[in-house]
């Protein structure tokens, strides 16, 4: 039984040092590539829970959020480059400086991969230069939402209805993108409402500032404005004024003040006009005429 084992143990060593090729002087086996696999495995667990332990420590530091996310990623980025080219150089291809990563980068490049290069090298912008960070409330052209994620190629955006959206780094480094969080999450809320002529506009300006005063998202100070904007074709035009420090909460906010207006002017009988049009019909002399 003992010697069974014994030969089995030898003929699996066999079939694990067995090497069909060659890369350069090194001699690939199975046992190599199980080698490789197992570092590449080991350092994506170690490289998880660091970062675990780390966001935790960094949680209760006084660093800015995006400045702890900035760090984790960078950590991040640094050991999967260790560990890879600790991969590669187990399996023989020797990385000669900056060399190898130009001559690669040039080869993908040359094979199609201006975009991701392009991506990548916008997330390394968008890491350091900080103009969005997670928790941000941006808009990217047609998309609206907070961001989740800035990965290495792309950049996840959770829309109001729950819908994450992808947008990928050079998009956001190359194109206009509204950040209503940046530096300061106080934002203006302006609210058109047109009355119809006649109306008592001090009245009008009153119930308005009523309105604002009365939501409880509407900050104090600075405090609710109302302009009288204009003289319409069928209404006299005005404009609420309404800070607010939650951005994201900016379209239900907007709706319920709408909602407050159109009841606390049909108290009132503030009437909102719709736009009329006189159609004035001439008759044509007859035939005999």
């Known amino acids: 039984m003992y010697a069974q084992f014994v030969q089995w143990l ?19 086996s199975l046992l190599l590539l199980v080698e490789v696999v197992a570092l590449l495995v080991v350092g994506y667990l170690f490289t998880k829970q660091l970062l675990k332990f780390l966001k935790g ?33 187990m399996i023989g291809i020797k990385l000669t400086g900056l060399a190898f990563f130009v001559g690669i980068l040039s080869v993908g490049i040359g094979f ?35 961001v989740q994620e800035i990965q290495m190629r792309a950049t996840t955006v959770l829309t109001r209805d729950n819908v994450t959206i992808i947008v990928p780094n050079s998009q956001l480094v190359s194109e206009e ?8 999450p106080k934002v203006r809320l302006h609210i058109p409402i047109g009355v119809a002529y006649g109306s008592d506009v001090q009245l009008v300006t009153e119930l308005l500032l009523k309105v604002a005063k009365d939501h409880s998202q509407v900050m104090d100070e600075p405090s609710p404005d109302v302009w ?11 404009e609420l004024l309404a800070w607010i420090n939650n951005p994201i909460l900016c379209k239900q906010i907007q709706s319920d003040l709408n ?3 159109d009841a ?4 009132h009988d503030v009437t909102i006009p719709f736009p009329q049009r006189d159609l004035h019909l001439c008759s044509l002399p007859s035939a005999k005429d």
């Open 112 to 146: 199609g991969l201006q975009n991701i290069a392009n991506n990548f090298v916008s997330g390394l912008i968008l890491l350091f230069e900080r103009p969005i960070k997670p928790g941000d409330m941006v808009s990217v052209g047609d998309t609206e939402g907070r």
């Open 228 to 238: 009288f904007v204009g003289f319409g074709d069928s209404s006299l035009n005005f």
């Open 259 to 261: 909602y407050a207006i």
């Open 57 to 89: 420590r960094l949680a209760k530091t006084r660093l800015d959020e995006g400045i702890q996310y900035t760090i984790l990623r960078l950590i991040q980025y640094s050991i999967a480059g260790i560990v890879f080219y600790q991969a590669i150089a």
């Open 177 to 184: 993108v509204i950040n209503w969080s940046h530096k300061d």
């Open 10 to 28: 030898r003929k699996s060593w066999v079939i694990l040092t067995f090497s069909p090729f060659k890369i350069g002087e090194k001699n690939i």
């Open 264 to 267: 606390i002017f049909r108290q």
